[in-house]
C-alpha cells in the first residue's frame, strides 16, 4: 500500500489549496479513506472521511461547510477541497486507508498512512 499526497503549500486566510492522495496497492474503490492532519503541538485530528464508492462523506465540525472531500475512483484518487482557510488550519495533512468500506473518525484505527503535506494560512 502506498498513499501519496500532494497540494499542500502557502495559502492566505481567506484561501483556497486542493490537495491530491494518490494510492497503490490496494483495491482503492474498496475502501473508506479519510484525511487527518497534526498541527505543531498538537494531536492527530482526523478532518474528513469519504465511504467506499463515494456512498456518503464526513466531515469534523471544525471544517464543515469549508472544505469538500471526494474520490476518482478511476484514478486511485483522494482529493480535500479546501477553502475559506484559516490560520488555525495550518497543519500537516496525511490521507489515510481505512480497513474496510466505512469511514472511521479515530486516526489510530486506519492502517496505512501517506508522508503528510503541509499547509501553512498566513497573511
Known amino acids: 500500500v502506498q498513499l501519496v499526497e500532494s497540494g499542500g503549500g502557502l495559502a492566505q486566510p481567506g484561501g483556497s489549496l486542493r490537495l491530491s492522495c494518490a494510492a497503490s496497492g490496494f483495491t482503492f474503490s474498496s475502501y473508506a479513506m479519510s484525511w487527518a492532519r497534526q498541527a505543531p503541538g498538537k494531536g492527530l485530528e482526523w478532518v474528513s472521511g469519504?465511504?467506499?464508492?463515494?456512498?456518503?462523506?464526513l466531515y469534523a465540525d471544525s471544517v464543515k461547510g469549508r472544505f469538500t472531500i471526494s474520490r476518482d475512483d478511476a484514478k486511485n484518487t483522494l482529493y480535500l477541497q479546501m477553502n475559506s482557510l484559516k490560520p488555525e488550519d495550518t497543519a500537516l495533512y496525511y490521507c489515510?486507508?481505512?480497513?474496510?468500506?466505512?469511514?472511521?473518525?479515530?486516526?489510530?484505527?486506519?492502517?496505512?498512512w501517506g508522508q503528510g503535506t503541509q499547509i501553512t494560512v498566513s497573511s
Open positions: 489515510a486507508k481505512a480497513r474496510g468500506r466505512v469511514v472511521n473518525t479515530l486516526p489510530r484505527l486506519y492502517e496505512y
Open positions: 469519504i465511504y467506499s464508492d463515494g456512498g456518503g462523506t
